[in-house]
C-alpha cells in the first residue's frame, strides 16, 4: 500500500498539481493585497466610499458605523466584505484567462513535430508478402 501510494503522489500530475496550488495561493495574497491595498482606495477616494465597512446589522444591538465593533455588538451582513472578494475573483479569473489564452498562442506558434509513419504490425508485413508473391505468380 505505501509503495501505491509513493507511484500515486511522486506523479507528474500530482507534483504539478501542488505546485499549482501553492503558487494559486500566494497569487491570491498578491491579489487580496492589490484589490484592499490599491484599488478599494482608488475607488474609495474618487467616491468617498470604503466598502469594508459596508454592513447591515442583523438585529438592534448592532449600532456602530465600524465593521470590527459592530461585529462585537451583535449579528452583522457584511456585504463590502463580498464586493472585495467579488473583485478578488474578477481579477484572478481575468489574470487566469489572459495566461491561458498566451499559453494557447504559444502552442499554437511551435511547429508540429512530424511523426513518423506507424510501423506496421508483423502479420499485416506478412500478408503483403503474401499477396505481392500472388500477384507474381499470376503475371
Given at each position: 500500500m505505501l509503495e501505491?501510494?509513493?507511484?500515486?503522489?511522486?506523479?507528474?500530475?500530482?507534483?504539478?498539481?501542488?505546485?499549482?496550488?501553492?503558487?494559486?495561493a500566494a497569487f491570491s495574497r498578491i491579489v487580496d493585497s492589490l484589490v484592499s491595498d490599491i484599488i478599494m482606495p482608488f475607488i474609495g477616494a474618487v467616491g468617498s466610499v470604503d466598502f469594508s465597512n459596508y454592513f447591515f446589522g442583523l438585529n438592534s444591538a448592532v449600532t456602530s458605523p465600524i465593521l470590527s465593533e459592530a461585529k462585537k455588538q451583535g449579528a452583522v451582513l457584511a456585504y463590502g466584505n463580498f464586493v472585495t472578494a467579488a473583485i478578488n475573483f474578477l481579477i484572478i479569473a481575468f489574470v487566469l484567462f489572459i495566461v491561458v489564452k498566451g499559453i494557447n498562442r504559444l502552442q499554437k506558434q511551435q511547429p508540429a513535430k512530424e511523426e513518423a509513419p506507424a510501423a506496421k504490425a508483423e502479420d499485416v508485413v506478412l500478408l503483403g508478402e503474401i499477396r505481392d508473391l500472388l500477384k507474381q505468380k499470376q503475371a
Open positions: 501505491e501510494f509513493k507511484k500515486f503522489a511522486l506523479k507528474g500530475n500530482v507534483v504539478d498539481l501542488a505546485i499549482g496550488v501553492i503558487i494559486g
